[in-house]
């Protein structure tokens, strides 16, 4: 069931850009969220965001355009994930390697017109995001901005901002203040 009937335009944004130029393909999953390279069982490299929700779809793309060529063959990008009811170190841990997706997700989310949050996905330990990972994500975003995009990002960020009619991103808009601001 898709909630959201920007997913699909999403989802035909981001093939058309990647599927095959990247041969990566964006897909909607009912389960958890999971990159699959390709196999001999599926010719594509998959993003698959949970449940059909838009901004599942663009962390899981942050993700894709954070990680390199070889990350890019790996399940997962071969990163390290534990669910769910992580103790304090590895929450400390998982917001490590968090900043630059977060930061690349917040770019996407705001140039497809939405509002972005911060996530610590770690909800049963009561462990939100952490004052430290905020102000690292927001300097990551910045320093992407001032220093340009990678160009995955910023082609995704340029076809985003033109399929939902969004102005330039600007430094302005990333500040722990105006995290949930829309552009």
């Not at 009912?30 to 993003?47: F, K, Q, V």
């Not at 899981?60 to 009811?85: M, N, Q, S, T």
């Not at 082609?155 to 990333?174: G, H, K, N």
């Amino acid at each position: 069931m898709d909630l959201d009937p920007q997913v699909d335009q999403l989802i035909e944004c981001f093939n058309t850009l990647f599927l095959e130029s990247h041969n990566t393909e964006l897909v909607r999953g009912n389960g958890e969220p999971i990159y699959l390279p390709a196999d001999s069982g599926y010719p594509h490299h998959r993003i698959i965001f949970a449940h059909g929700f838009f901004a599942s779809a663009l962390h899981e793309i942050a993700h894709w355009c954070v990680a390199g060529p070889e990350r890019r063959l790996l399940e997962d990008f071969g990163y390290w994930y534990k669910p769910d009811g992580r103790t304090a170190e590895e929450q400390s841990e998982f917001e490590r390697v968090e900043v630059s997706p977060q930061a690349y997700e917040w770019i996407l989310t705001l140039s497809a017109g939405r509002k972005f949050h911060f996530s610590a996905d770690n909800l049963s330990q009561g462990l939100g995001p952490s004052d430290s990972f905020k102000q690292s994500v927001v300097n990551r975003a910045q320093e992407v901005l001032t220093n340009g995009m990678n160009p995955r990002l910023q082609a995704l960020s340029e076809a985003l901002r033109a399929l939902y009619t969004v102005e330039p991103l600007s430094l302005a808009q990333f500040h722990l203040e105006c995290s949930v601001c829309a552009s």
